[in-house]
Nanobody
Framework: QVQLVESGGGLVQPGGSLRLSCVASGRTISSNAMGWFRQAPGKEREFVAA??????????TYTDSVKGRFTISTDNAKNTVYLQMNSLKSEDTALYYCAAAKSSRLVVATASYDYWGQGTQVTVSS
């Protein structure tokens, strides 16, 4: 029902920046919790960032390794979710996935998300 398409990945040098985009169709993103995940070769899929609605209102959260460097944002008019990545490190290299949950409340677990994009590759190397 919900279709997600990521874009914006590529090759960047350490310390560089990249912005990923995720365009959703079939449902407005305002009705879903949205998240970004990544998976490096030989590793489990890892939570990166999420945006949703808590009991107190809109909220965002990040995994510790990207706090202060990555920012998740939304453009409801374009039904698009972004992940701005700054000060990139080699360990950020991974396939990045956009995800949407049926619930509008903030969730971070992989199993809590219902819809997934195909992924976009981010490679950080000198």
């Amino acid at each position: 029902q919900v279709q997600l398409v990521e874009s914006g990945g590529g090759l960047v040098q350490p310390g560089g920046s990249l912005r990923l985009s995720c365009v959703a169709s079939g449902r407005t993103i305002s009705s879903n919790a949205m998240g970004w995940f990544r998976q490096a070769p030989g590793k489990e899929r890892e939570f990166v960032a999420a945006r949703g609605l808590s009991w107190s209102g809109p909220i965002t959260t990040y995994t510790d390794s990207v706090k202060g460097r990555f920012t998740i944002s939304t453009d409801n008019a374009k039904n698009t979710v972004y992940l701005q990545m700054n000060s990139l490190k080699s360990e950020d290299t991974a396939l990045y996935y956009c995800a949407a949950a049926k619930s509008s409340r903030l969730v971070v677990a992989t199993a809590s998300y219902d819809y997934w994009g195909q992924g976009t590759q981010v490679t950080v190397s000198s």
